[in-house]
Nanobody, 124 residues
Framework: QVQLVESGGGLVQAGGSLRVSCTASGRIFRLYTMGWFRQAPGKEREFVAAITWSGGSTRYADSVKGRFTISRDNAEKSVYLQMNSLKPEDTAVYYC?????????????????WGQGTQVTVSS
């Protein structure tokens, strides 16, 4: 069984930076895509970023383009989200997700494994 554990969330002032990490455990026999989603209070969970197995292709939500960078380390079975120029509207619980496919997608239902989430709070 695959498990995902996020870390690195916290409180930061607007304009600041934060990096969240996610590490997978368990046996994974297929190449996989990883992504980040977030859910703000009172809102539905939304796509943030995704990265293919090779790391050669990434996709971002328009709201974070140019500010967030997703990366991965396959040897560590980890994915990272570097968040710069943070805004109060970035405040949310950030979830790591894994999809057992090399095809990159932003669709939440395509990801079969999820972490428990890590809180990111940006103060104004």
């Amino acid at each position: 069984q695959v498990q995902l554990v996020e870390s690195g969330g916290g409180l930061v002032q607007a304009g600041g930076s934060l990096r969240v990490s996610c590490t997978a455990s368990g046996r994974i026999f297929r190449l996989y895509t990883m992504g980040w989603f977030r859910q703000a209070p009172g809102k539905e969970r939304e796509f943030v970023a995704a990265i293919t197995w090779s790391g050669g292709s990434t996709r971002y939500a328009d709201s974070v383009k140019g500010r967030f960078t997703i990366s991965r380390d396959n040897a560590e079975k980890s994915v990272y989200l570097q968040m710069n120029s943070l805004k109060p509207e970035d405040t949310a619980v950030y979830y790591c997700a894994l999809r057992l496919s090399v095809v990159l997608t932003t669709a939440e239902h395509e990801y079969g494994y999820w972490g428990q989430g890590t809180q990111v709070t940006v103060s104004s």
